[in-house]
């Protein structure tokens, strides 16, 4: 008996100690989470705040998981070490569809043919339904489309399904008769010119000609248009024009052209010459201006004179001068580019490099002094002593930052953002209220500057959400808008979380419909269209796994994903935008990037 107290004894003695040991446990738990609890809440200050948002994005800091699988990271490096000059800036012309559209139009004059490679670039420009794009493997413009269809035309290209292209860009005609965009709902002079020149290429007419009339003759008597594009787009939608009417503008462009080339350009030369064509005007006494014409350096200059000698049936004149200095500006991997070095393109380098570790492997004091001497009061030009301005700070102070170098003019900065915050806010366009925003947002952050009224612009931001979860206009949601949408909204919801402002739980309210969105849009082979069932798309596969990322949402299929971008590697060691084409300093930050965040994405829970 007293054996068995014994054994009760030690067993309930044993059920107190357990019990108790819970209790602590429990204790210690209680504890360790109210102190989570009181550090998420505790305010930082702005400073703090914005270096912490910072400090969480995968693409702050360098990369150490080991994605040596998905890549050759040598071939890269070494790709990159070749490009960069003794002036430190990194050398790699692309092709580009402006120049590429220049030269092929003196082709066409002259009833040549582009090279193999220049024909396959062409091709990688469309990007679906939704268009054509500025090189390729970006996104879809109205504006790019102007410029790829007619090359197509000129050179018997197919496009593919080319009744739902037309189709796409019919349904941006507004009940004013006037065109919007693929950027913007409204009606605008740019646009209605544009897309109808694209119809017109595309034997197609808008669904509305007289309504496109109207708007073309409103543009033309408010100063909007030209007298040349007006004249153009009319007989594009097959006008009649009055007698009164010709006599008018033949009056008009007589009047304001000298058919000089010694007080007026060539290009206007040419532009008055084609629309008094038009008007059926007999320009055989300006025939004089063809004499002491010869071929010049200018592409844009050459391509007025190919137009004007085709006019009065002399190609044949300048037919091998011209061939011959089309052929000595090509690109070897086809297609044309006169640009200068791009300010942007080599802080994406400089980028990828840091995202990988090697920025030791470059000389990055000289790249930064380089981008430094490209600065010019708050601004940057495309290269040092360019004159062409370009705006993009959040690219150029990430590269500063990363080298731990103070941001120049950090005043003139943030002032020319408060000015471009009230216009965001008020514009229509969701391309550039969006893009703008977010670049904003990346300002304030890289500054550590104090946002402005931070639910107005989360507002503005929201006005674009469609029901289909991406972010657009006329509930067309495609992959960069939203991208651009997804980063305003995470950045402000971060910031108003760790400033303990009281706000609207803005990220989860988009978070699962948005990503679900962005899903929807990766194809098969792993890449992802810039909107649900449009081919795969370097720059929209970057902006789809950038929004994924942030709303914390892996796409269907990471492996395949990581495949898809990885095939793009050249022998070079850099990426494409598509696959027939070559290595680009853009495209290559977007695959490195796009692998780091689909390799991350792979450890969550």
């Known amino acids: 008996m007293q054996g068995q107290r014994n054994i009760s004894f030690k ?13 602590v446990l429990v204790s210690l738990m209680f504890l360790f989470a109210i102190s989570v609890i009181l550090s998420f809440k505790k305010t930082l200050t702005t400073e703090e705040a914005w270096q912490r948002i910072y400090d969480e994005d995968i693409l702050s800091r360098p990369y150490t998981n ?7 990271k040598e071939n890269y490096v070494s790709y990159v070490k070749k490009l960069q000059t003794g002036d430190g800036y990194f050398l790699h012309k692309s ?6 559209s220049a030269f092929s139009e003196i082709l066409n004059c002259i009833g040549e043919q582009p090279s193999k490679n220049t024909i396959d670039y062409i091709k990688s420009l469309q990007v679906g339904t939704f268009g054509f794009s500025e090189t390729s493997g970006e996104s879809p413009w109205t504006s ?8 197509f035309a000129w050179f018997n290209i197919s496009i593919e399904k080319k009744d739902d292209v037309a189709k796409f860009f019919k349904n941006f005609q507004n009940a004013d008769g006037g065109f919007g965009s693929i950027t913007n709902y409204f009606s605008t002079a740019g646009d209605t010119v544009e897309t109808i020149n694209i119809l017109s290429y595309l034997n197609e007419e808008p669904k509305d000609v007289e309504g496109a009339v109207k708007k073309v003759k409103s543009y033309y008597q408010s100063g909007m248009i030209t007298i040349f594009d007006y004249i153009e787009t009319l007989k594009k939608l097959k006008y009649n024009f009055s007698n009164e009417e010709k006599l008018d503008l033949t009056k008009k462009i007589n009047s304001s052209c000298k058919f000089d080339i010694k007080s007026e350009s060539l290009e206007k030369i040419s532009s008055c010459l084609e629309v008094l064509q038009l008007l059926n005007e007999n320009i055989e006494k300006y025939r004089f201006v063809t004499e002491n014409l010869t071929v010049g350096n200018d592409v844009y200059f050459n391509s007025a004179l190919c137009k004007i000698y085709r006019l009065y049936n002399m190609t044949n004149n ?13 690109l070897p991997q086809g297609g044309f580019n006169l640009r200068e070095v791009y300010v942007l393109e080599n802080s994406f380098t400089q980028q990828s490099m840091f995202l990988l570790g090697k920025l030791n492997e470059i000389n990055n004091d000289k790249f930064i002094e380089w981008l430094l001497g490209a600065e010019n009061k708050y601004v940057w030009e495309l290269a040092p002593n360019s004159g062409h301005m370009v705006y993009y700070f959040a690219q150029i102070g990430g590269s500063l930052v990363v080298s731990n170098r103070t941001i120049p003019n950090e005043y003139g900065i943030l002032n020319r953002a408060e000015n471009e915050f009230s216009n965001a806010l ?3 366009s969701n391309y550039n209220s969006l893009r703008d925003l977010k670049e904003i947002f990346d300002r304030w952050m890289l500054l550590n500057a104090d946002p402005k009224n931070i639910e107005n612009p989360v507002k503005k931001v929201f006005s674009f959400w469609n029901e289909d979860g991406g972010f657009g206009d006329r509930n067309l949601s495609y992959m960069y808008a939203t991208e651009w949408g997804v980063r305003v909204i995470y950045l402000a919801d971060k910031f108003s979380t760790y400033k303990n402002i009281q706000h609207e739980s803005w990220l989860e309210k988009i978070r699962y419909k948005t990503a679900n969105w962005v899903k929807s849009a990766q194809n098969t082979d792993g890449g992802f269209g810039v909107a649900p069932n449009q081919p795969s798309n370097m720059q929209a596969t970057y902006f789809a796994v950038r929004s994924l990322y942030l709303l914390n949402q892996r796409p269907k299929d990471i492996e395949k994903a990581i495949k898809w971008v990885a095939s793009h590697q050249k022998e070079d060691g850099g990426f494409a935008g598509s696959l027939s084409t070559s290595s680009d300093l853009l495209f290559t930050y977007y695959s490195i990037s796009s692998i780091i965040m689909l390799d991350d994405m792979k450890t969550w829970n």
């Open 11 to 23: 067993i309930r003695n044993c059920v107190k100690k357990s019990n108790f040991l819970k209790l």
């Open 66 to 72: 080991n994605i040596k699988q998905y890549f050759n």
């Open 95 to 100: 092709p580009m569809v402006y120049e590429t």
């Open 144 to 151: 790019k489309a102007n410029f790829g269809v007619p090359m």
């Open 318 to 330: 300048v037919h091998d001068e011209l061939l011959l200095f089309v052929k000595n500006k090509e």
């Open 426 to 428: 008020v514009d229509r």
